[in-house]
């Protein structure tokens, strides 16, 4: 296991384009989250916003780079050939798979965690303009909070999470094209769907089965009770999404050809 570790972590620092693709997902993912921090005001009527969840809305945008990165990691051998040595190098299918896993895991985390703080730090900084101050009963935003914590380590969990969904179906599949289609089509095929139900019923049902969704109400930290989930179980919901994903790929691995 420690030597297909260290060829798949050869390989995917090799791997052209991995590392860019990891910075822009850091960058995007801040990005987008000051632009939605710049772009939020505070109001005195309706329900208090979530600034938590403002500041982290890159997440939403940054995880479609992470997915790509996913998929290359494996799609990129098959459209090359390189699948038949590593193959030949690593026979047993599942532990090739699983130190894909591990080496994946090991670039995204510490990538999801700095685009995660970076993202958190924005908000902290920019929302104040927004009016969001302790004066309209908006603290400034701190890991010391415990829901603020929880949002953010989950957020890190969740972009791991998608990684690992991402790699599950490309292996299944093999097709980069076709992996990206699927899970981008996992992820927001779910809200679209929903946003056309009548039926309050399935909309919710819907809520708390959809990958994204529900692996999101782990940013939740107002009106947490009013949620179709508790914010751990959604992040539940995706971490059986992203296993699902990784048994159908290490179980078509195993019983097709390379």
């Known amino acids: 296991m420690t030597l297909a570790v260290h060829a798949e972590l050869t390989k995917l620092r090799t791997l052209a384009g991995s590392l860019w693709l990891l910075l822009a997902a850091v960058a995007l993912t801040v990005a987008a989250g000051a632009a939605a921090d710049s772009s939020a005001a505070y109001t005195a ?57 591990v080496v994946l895991v090991g670039a995204v985390l510490p990538a999801a965690t700095v685009g995660v703080l970076c993202s958190l730090l924005a908000g902290r900084l920019i929302l104040p303009r927004g009016g969001f101050t302790p004066a309209h009963g908006y603290a400034p935003l701190s890991l010391a909070d415990g829901s603020t914590l929880r949002a953010v380590a989950g957020s890190v969990i969740y972009l791991v999470l998608i990684a690992l969904l991402s790699l599950g179906v490309a292996t299944a599949v093999r097709d980069s094209a076709t992996a990206i ?16 139900v009548t039926e309050t019923d399935w909309q919710r049902r819907l809520h708390e089965i959809a990958p994204m969704t529900a692996g999101l109400y782990i940013q939740a930290t107002v009106g947490v009770d009013n949620l179709p989930i508790t914010p751990w179980q959604g992040l539940g919901v995706l971490a059986a999404w992203a296993a699902g994903g990784l048994a159908v790929g290490g179980l078509t691995l195993r019983l097709r050809d390379a």
Do not use: H, N
């Not at 289609?181 to 056309?196: K, Q, Y």
């Open 45 to 101: 009527f309706g329900a208090p916003q979530d600034t938590t969840e403002i500041s982290l809305a890159g997440v939403y945008v940054g995880q479609a780079l992470i997915a790509a990165l996913a998929v290359l990691a494996v799609g990129s051998e098959y459209s090359t050939g390189m699948i038949q040595s590593t193959l030949v190098a690593v026979p047993r299918r599942c532990t090739m798979l699983a130190a894909k896993a």
């Open 181 to 196: 289609g699927i899970v981008l089509g996992l992820l927001f095929m779910f809200p679209v769907v929903a946003a056309t």
